[in-house]
């Protein structure tokens, strides 16, 4: 008989554990998937097309609150955690409720779930979300770049379709295949676009990676809140926070990150103090002393910082780094108080659906405006909050131009940030010697 699978999922882990374990594997069936952290991703069927054979009429996905009831009700031999960014108490308190309920907790590894490539593959990962893996990644890619590799971005899933169909393999080269995307989504590519870069993502990462290969030299992973690889790196990068110290091994799957990486890139120093960046590398040190530290600022910058000097400002930040990354603010608010704003106006008095309740949800998120963008209402809804709250300019921290697709009516200045190491060896180094031994 086939032992009974649920699956605790976000939509991105979950679906890639089932692809690459559960879908052709005739010892289990995966009855049902659960979904949370992302908003409006239940109550869909993970299809048939995407299943295989086994599964005829696809599989139903709900929401986490019916995890008791679910288990329950198919009679769950086995519960698989497979989503990302969590305290690890929160991890066994979810497991404790399984176990309760008569079922195995189950944490699929590396060893079951990374798929290798045919091409050198860099992966970028961190212990948070918001520490700088977009940033990281950029950075690594115009190294490349510089190098004559030509190379493409997977980035780990953000399949919020209704029709998952629609998201099997996703291909991005230009503004245009972008207007099928959220914000969430955008805030990913375009800043890859703007370098040529293509840039892959969707649903089925086995057939994403051999579209991949066919036009890349060397493929870099960009990783997700902070998942690890969905391939088998040949060099790990890892980005740890100060602002959050402690946090790289508190949280899951972060330390495993942390455990797996060959660099560990200490972001964000220009920011934090020398005592958390302190705290920072003994716990690198303790954990994978193997692994090489960098030392890195992540400078803000603005074409016109004087427009906000002595300005009042709403500051929108990037949505994740917020939620379930924890922090208080971001880059918007580094910037507002470097160049001299004169008032930072909060915007939760403003705040209406499901941006209220997304301040109900995550009540560490400080005076700024979350950049929320999972579906056409939400981008509504966040047009309305940025209209409505009364300010002389909005301070735009987000990695898009929100400009470009939301009107505003006062004036934006966007905040710019990349990754500037400053210790040696560098990402540049450390890269060139790699690839001589490739």
């Not at 995307?181 to 892959?200: F, G, K, S």
């Not at 060099?235 to 402690?246: H, N, Q």
């Not at 220009?270 to 890195?296: C, H, L, M, Q, Y």
């Not at 917020?322 to 008095?349: N, Q």
Request: net charge negative; proline share 6%; aromatic share 8%.
């Amino acid at each position: 008989m086939r032992k009974k699978v649920l699956i605790m999922g976000a939509a991105g882990r979950d679906f890639h554990n089932f692809n690459t374990y559960f879908r052709n594997n005739p010892f289990y069936e995966v009855v049902c998937f659960t979904a949370t952290q992302i908003p409006d991703i239940e109550d869909r069927t993970y299809p048939k097309e995407l299943c295989g054979e086994l599964y005829p009429s696809g599989i139903p996905i709900y929401s986490e609150n019916k995890l008791v009831e679910l288990i329950n009700k198919y009679n769950v031999d086995s519960v698989v955690f497979a989503y990302s960014d969590v305290p690890h108490e929160y991890v066994m308190h979810k497991a404790s409720i399984v176990l309760a309920c008569g079922a195995d907790f189950r944490l699929l590894g590396p060893k079951d779930t990374m798929i290798k490539s045919s091409k050198p593959l860099i992966a970028t990962g961190a212990v948070r979300t918001g520490c700088g893996k977009s940033q990281t990644t950029r950075r690594i890619a115009d190294i490349l770049l510089s190098l004559n590799k030509k190379i493409v971005v997977i980035r780990h899933p953000m399949p919020y379709d209704a029709d998952l169909n629609n998201q099997i393999v996703q291909r991005f080269a230009n503004y245009d295949d972008l207007k099928v995307c959220t914000i969430e989504e955008m805030e990913e590519y375009e800043p890859l676009i703007d370098r040529n870069i293509i840039v892959y993502a969707g649903v089925d990462y086995g057939k994403i990676l051999e579209q991949a290969e066919k036009e890349a030299d060397v493929i870099i992973w960009d990783g997700g809140n902070n998942d690890f690889p969905f391939y088998k790196p040949d060099l790990m990068v890892t980005i740890v926070d100060p602002l959050r110290a402690g946090h790289e091994v508190l949280y899951h799957p972060g330390e495993t990150c942390l455990r797996m990486a060959d660099i560990v890139v200490i972001n964000k120093i220009d920011s934090a103090d020398r005592a958390s960046i302190d705290k920072v590398r003994a716990n690198i040190k303790g954990t994978n002393p193997g692994a090489t530290i960098i030392e890195a600022e992540s400078p803000v910058s603005m074409d016109n910082p004087s427009l906000i000097k002595n300005k009042s400002v709403l500051i929108v930040e990037d949505g994740p780094t917020l939620t379930h990354g924890g922090m208080e603010y971001g880059a918007g608010f580094v910037a507002a108080k470097r160049f001299g704003a004169k008032k930072i106006v909060d915007p939760k008095p403003y705040a209406i659906g499901s941006i209220l309740e997304t301040y109900k949800k995550y009540t560490t998120t400080g005076a700024v405006l979350p950049a929320m963008g999972y579906s056409a209402k939400q981008i509504d809804e966040l047009k309305t909050v940025i209209n409505n709250t009364p300010c002389d300019i909005v301070v735009i921290a987000t990695p898009i131009d929100l400009l470009r697709f939301i009107d505003i009516n006062k004036p934006g200045i966007r905040v710019k940030y990349e990754l500037k190491e400053v210790t040696k060896p560098d990402l540049e180094e450390l890269i060139k010697k790699h690839f001589n031994n490739l």
